[in-house]
């Protein structure tokens, strides 16, 4: 099974400034045939499902924020919001879906500072 | 818009089977896609636990395959999730969700409902 691994656990970020959080897979989710990365990030607000921000490692979700951005390849990728806003309150986690089982990072836990 | 939603007992016994059902509207699951389940555990990340395509074919987590069903009801548009032999580690927060295929990201999901396990 390939393990997900985020990095922070927790990030306290100002209001305006960037946050970046982290994943590592413990094998590539980069599909040869297709070059396409088979990683997806989701946020989670409390008390709701998880939702959808970016697939393929660094497409947006229709009606995304354009402050979100995916980057990465292989094994290692970030998500990024340029100016954090309070409403990025949330849980952010990745995903693989290069195979199954499934597996998700343990997540990150984003407040404001 | 496709929309799911999960309904089932809130309250399961330990040794006994965990069954919920998501109810898809607006898409018929017949039609197509990947239907699935995933479980947040208190205090714990996200679980896939399996999916279902809408020809019936099933993928299971391997750690769990030999408690899980998860299976389609085309008449009611809904599929199904029953875990049998449940233990206080099975409680958590239960989601469906949908996918466009088998190797893609969960694009709609339930709001999910809450199974605890407990005598």
């Known amino acids: 099974d390939i393990v997900m691994t985020q990095s922070p656990d927790s990030l306290v970020v100002s209001l305006g400034e960037r946050a970046t959080i982290n994943c590592k897979s413990s094998q590539t989710v980069l599909y040869s045939s297709n070059n396409k990365n088979y990683l997806a990030w989701y946020q989670q607000k409390a008390g709701q499902p998880p939702k959808v921000l970016i697939y393929w490692a660094s497409t947006r979700e229709s009606g995304v924020p354009d402050r979100f951005s995916g980057s990465g390849s292989g094994t290692d990728f970030t998500l990024t919001i340029s100016s954090l806003q309070a409403e990025d309150v949330a849980v952010y986690y990745c995903?693989?879906?290069?195979?199954?089982?499934?597996?998700f990072g343990q997540g990150t836990k984003l407040e404001i500072k | 818009q496709v929309q799911l939603q999960e309904s089932g007992p809130g309250l399961v016994k330990p040794s006994e089977t965990l069954s919920l059902t998501c109810t898809v509207s607006?898409?018929?699951?017949?039609?197509?896609?990947?239907w699935g389940w995933i479980r947040e555990p208190p205090g714990k990340g996200l679980e896939w636990i399996g999916s279902?395509?809408?020809?019936?074919?099933?993928y299971y987590k391997p750690s769990l395959r030999s408690r899980v069903t998860i299976s389609l009801d085309t008449s009611k548009n809904q599929f199904s999730l029953n875990l049998s032999s449940v233990t206080v580690a099975d409680t958590a927060v239960y989601y469906c969700?949908?996918?466009?295929?088998?190797?893609?990201?969960?694009?709609?999901w339930g709001k999910g409902t809450t199974v605890i396990v407990s005598s």
């Open positions: 995903q693989q879906y290069y195979e199954t089982p499934y597996s």
């Open positions: 969700a949908r996918s466009v295929d088998l190797y893609y990201y969960m694009d709609v």
């Open positions: 607006g898409y018929s699951i017949s039609s197509g896609y990947y």
């Open positions: 279902v395509h809408h020809s019936g074919s099933t």
